[in-house]
């Protein structure tokens, strides 16, 4: 017995003494690190004061840091932010800061804020596309190491590099890429971020739960010197619930002078940027408006192949010794593809067009369901019930029993690059703290697994199946498997597009009843054309309650056109009530076109109180009209005042009115520099509106040249005023050239104008080649008025097909709609013309 208690004081002295030495360790440690705190303010000529506005930490947080007293040391986000200012090797104070913490290993800091160090990251983690395993032997047993090929700079990376210097020097910035699939977005911004690596900067990559729920729910929590990762942005800017919302927290985490620096970087495909920027039609909702408000000035292209500066240094590199490069440069050949080649692209394309005739089917339902809408988690019920009329009749006959499992086996082969035409794809599950409510979430997918089709396979089906309408068996497999009510939503406006309205119909209603907030504020404003009013508002406030308070705006818009003001000013207070700011924008519009300003103004300012930007804007343009230069001036004023770019737009609009055409050029020069890119257009529509043409041509060339697509038209038709039709034909073909689409639909109107009506259907496929089939549409009514019936149907057969089916000639020629394989549909038992 006394033995043991001998040993037992022994093993006490021993803990108490490896105690005593790593209290003492941790005490050399933090006075090691003040030292080379202090040491780093000295060489850097700093005080103390400028190292608190260049580093965004409070005053007794630096204070603190240098305290020579202090027994605990500097938080680690306060050591990386000092060590970014102070150029000192972050890592090492890091290390120097855990030790005398008494934290163990060297673990990333996470009570602070989300992400970890950029160097403990893998890029393959953060979506880079690999390009390929090591082409060395790895060692018997072991999986391949997976590298990246050497990175070429192009003219994008220098652009990118200034901004990441710009947010290590303590500004917070926000850059995202546009291209298309696999042209090095991803790993242009991996690339930009090792320059902050060893600066103390961490980097997050909102991923669990989903992507949207780990954004909203972790954006307030990122702290300074911090990365956020937003690769393939649509899934947290375009999300149906939570995009607006993570839109706004981005906003806020930029522009709060207390929480940066932070570098904000995603990526998006082109179509996503068209779709996210496009300015709604007057009386229609507008999903996108703070992501189109975030998104403005902050967006780099990357384009789509090397050109031959980069194919020369790519060939340099390639002579050094990479090899996976060397092999992509044989195989791009001057196309420059390098980046689709590295990440697999040509083989994913092969794979598609020598599969088996089920296989093929398989991928071109998968296509087709995303070109049209679906999320990217494809269920497997779904796609096997979709394919079968994708299939020739003789093809169809030989299908074996097993078709669709060796269908989805052979389509899950990878290629290299680790890249599968489709495969199969885990949904992570949602985990919570017990008793905690999980906020709603559209329902999980049912029916088996769920497979993710290849980007690249994507992309290529929404260019080469553009013009073509999905066949039956499709339109019925998303009825009958699909449960996600947006996808089903996304679906029905996809049907109603190409005029297959016995699908759209159907796929409404399973929306509605599956709740979809969209879906149910369509079916309020068809119910309200159609008369019934009552059950309008009952849809309108359900789809209020489903989170789209616009539907109600809408409906109270529809009221203000028809006369039933009482009606209308009760419906915009209960949109605004329900979240809808803008409704009071719509109330005060209503209450200043019957000449009541004052009342408008009241309801101006509880739209600004709410949050909406341009309220003040829209009061001052209605006090300028009404010739009250004083309270026009006084708006604007209390714009520039909070430092709204809108109030210098407003100014132009005075000088303007004043005949003051250079001060209003230059004021609304300095408004698009401040961020409304459209301030030089409405200039320009100033001056044309009051017959100043030489001013307004000005201003449209000073838009076209800077991007605008209005500034091109506007450029035109002052040709076209003067005659001068070649001119007008010559910006349109310039614009183009140049890879502007929305230039066709002036070519377009120019070529038939002038007879030359092969030139101008050419023209229109080029345009509905391009994600523009309105141009058939409008082809299609101008041979109709010119008697040519035959050609018109053909075009409108061809719009419909594309999903252009506007305007009254489809609904005139096929009153029930089309059947997918493009016949008229017979009389369904339906909606009435109205709903339809």
């Given at each position: 017995m006394v033995r043991l208690d001998e040993d037992e004081h022994r093993r006490t002295h021993r803990?108490?003494?490896?105690?005593?030495?790593?209290?003492?360790?941790?005490?050399?440690?933090?006075?090691?690190?003040?030292?080379?705190?202090?040491?780093?303010?000295?060489?850097?000529?700093?005080?103390?004061?400028?190292?608190?506005?260049?580093?965004?930490?409070?005053?007794?947080?630096?204070?603190?840091?240098?305290?020579?007293?202090?027994?605990?040391?500097?938080?680690?986000?306060?050591?990386?932010?000092?060590?970014?200012?102070l150029r000192l090797p972050a890592d090492e104070l890091l290390d120097l800061r855990r030790t005398g913490a008494g934290e163990a290993g060297a673990a990333a800091v996470t009570e602070d804020g989300p992400g970890k160090m950029i160097s403990e990251w893998d890029p393959h983690d953060l979506e880079v596309h690999p390009a390929g395993p090591n082409p060395g032997r790895p060692a018997s047993g072991a999986l391949p190491a997976r590298i990246l090929p050497s990175y070429v700079p192009r003219d994008h990376d220098q652009v990118l590099a200034e901004i990441v210097q710009d947010a290590a020097q303590g500004h917070s910035r926000m850059v995202v890429l546009i291209g298309g699939s696999s042209t090095g977005k991803t790993r242009a911004c991996w690339e930009a971020v090792q320059a902050l690596a060893n600066q103390g900067w961490r980097l997050w990559h909102p991923f669990d739960p989903t992507r949207a729920e780990a954004a909203l729910h972790n954006l307030e929590r990122v702290l300074p010197s911090t990365v956020v990762w937003l690769n393939e942005a649509q899934h947290y800017l375009g999300d149906p619930r939570l995009g607006e919302r993570i839109a706004a927290a981005v906003q806020s985490l930029l522009t709060h002078p207390g929480r940066g620096p932070a570098l904000i970087l995603g990526t998006l495909w082109p179509e996503y940027v068209d779709e996210y920027t496009a300015l709604p039609f007057p009386?229609?909702?507008?999903?996108?408006?703070?992501?189109?408000?975030?998104?403005?000035?902050?967006?780099?292209?990357?384009?789509?192949?090397?050109?031959?500066?980069?194919l020369h240094k790519a060939a340099s590199l390639s002579k050094g010794g990479d090899q996976l490069l060397a092999d992509a440069l044989t195989r791009a050949g001057s196309d420059g593809r390098v980046t689709q080649d590295l990440a697999g692209a040509p083989e994913l394309l092969r794979r598609y067009k020598q599969s088996t005739p089920a296989a093929r089917a398989v991928l071109e339902a998968a296509m087709d369901a995303r070109r049209l809408g679906v999320g990217i988690h494809l269920p497997q019920t779904f796609l096997t019930a979709a394919a079968t009329d994708y299939l020739s009749d003789h093809d169809l006959d030989l299908l074996a029993a097993d078709w669709a499992e060796a269908a989805f086996a052979d389509l899950a082969r990878p290629v290299h690059g680790k890249q599968a035409p489709l495969r199969r794809s885990n949904r992570r599950p949602t985990c919570?703290?017990?008793?905690?409510?999980?906020?709603?979430?559209?329902?999980?997918l049912k029916g088996g697994p769920v497979f993710r089709l290849a980007d690249y396979l994507e992309q290529h089906g929404r260019t080469t199946r553009r013009l073509l309408c999905p066949p039956a068996s499709f339109w019925h497999a998303a009825y009958t498997h699909l449960t996600n009510p947006d996808d089903i939503n996304n679906l029905a406006k996809a049907a109603r597009k190409r005029h297959r309205l016995q699908w759209a119909h159907y796929l409404c209603h399973r929306a509605v009843g599956a709740g979809?907030?969209?879906?149910?504020?369509?079916?309020?404003?068809?119910?309200?054309?159609?008369?019934?009013?009552?059950?309008?508002?009952?849809?309108?406030?359900?789809?209020?309650?489903?989170?789209?308070?616009?539907?109600?705006?809408?409906?109270a818009k529809s009221r203000e056109t028809k006369g039933e003001r009482t009606s209308a000013e009760a419906l915009y207070r209960e949109a605004a009530s329900a979240g809808d700011a803008g409704a009071w924008v719509e109330l005060a519009e209503m209450w200043a076109g019957s000449g009541d300003l004052a009342r408008a103004e009241e309801f101006f300012q509880r739209a600004a109180n709410d949050g909406v930007s341009f309220a003040h804007f829209s009061m001052g343009q209605r006090y300028w009209r009404a010739g009250d230069i004083d309270r026009a001036?006084?708006?604007?004023?209390?714009?520039?005042?909070?430092?709204?770019?809108?109030?210098?737009?407003?100014?132009?609009?005075?000088?303007?009115?004043?005949?003051?055409?250079?001060?209003?050029?230059?004021?609304?020069?300095?408004?698009?520099?401040?961020?409304?890119?459209?301030?030089?257009?409405?200039?320009?529509?100033w001056r044309e509106a009051a017959g100043d043409f030489d001013g307004a041509e000005d201003?449209?060339?000073?838009?076209?040249?800077?991007?605008?697509?209005?500034?091109?038209?506007?450029?035109a038709r002052m040709r076209q005023r003067v005659g001068d039709y070649e001119g007008a034909e010559a910006v349109y073909r310039s614009a183009a050239d140049a890879g502007n689409t929305s230039a066709l639909s002036g070519l377009v109107r120019l070529r038939e104008g002038a007879g030359d009506h092969d030139s101008a259907m050419a023209l229109a496929m080029r345009a509905a080649e391009a994600g523009d089939p309105t141009q058939l549409t409008n082809l299609a009514e101008v041979r109709e008025r010119d008697g040519d019936h035959h050609?018109?149907?053909?075009?409108?057969?061809?719009?419909?097909?594309?999903?252009?089916?506007f305007g009254r000639g489809c609904r005139k020629r096929w009153p029930y709609g089309l059947n997918p394989d493009g016949t008229p549909t017979d009389p369904w038992s339906g909606p009435g013309p109205l709903e339809r």
């Open positions: 803990a108490g003494g490896k105690v005593q030495d790593e209290r003492v360790e941790g005490v050399a440690a933090c006075t090691e690190l003040r030292k080379r705190l202090t040491d780093g303010l000295a060489r850097a000529g700093l005080t103390k004061t400028q190292l608190v506005a260049q580093s965004g930490l409070s005053r007794t947080t630096v204070q603190e840091a240098f305290r020579t007293d202090a027994v605990v040391p500097p938080s680690a986000v306060t050591v990386a932010a000092l060590a970014r200012v009386g229609s909702t507008d999903p996108h408006s703070r992501v189109r408000e975030l998104l403005a000035g902050r967006t780099l292209t990357v384009p789509e192949a090397f050109d031959q500066e980069a919570h703290p017990p008793g905690c409510s999980p906020q709603p979430r559209a329902p999980s979809q907030a969209d879906a149910l504020a369509q079916m309020a404003w068809r119910r309200d054309e159609s008369g019934d009013y009552e059950g309008a508002e009952a849809l309108a406030r359900k789809a209020a309650r489903a989170g789209n308070a616009r539907a109600l705006t809408i409906l001036e006084a708006a604007f004023r209390r714009l520039t005042d909070v430092g709204n770019p809108l109030g210098l737009l407003g100014f132009a609009l005075l000088r303007h009115g004043a005949d003051d055409a250079n001060g209003a050029l230059a004021l609304a020069a300095q408004a698009v520099d401040a961020g409304v890119p459209f301030a030089v257009i409405r200039l320009a529509r201003a449209y060339r000073n838009a076209a040249n800077a991007g605008h697509s209005e500034g091109m038209h506007g450029l050609r018109a149907e053909v075009l409108y057969r061809q719009a419909a097909d594309a999903g252009g089916a």
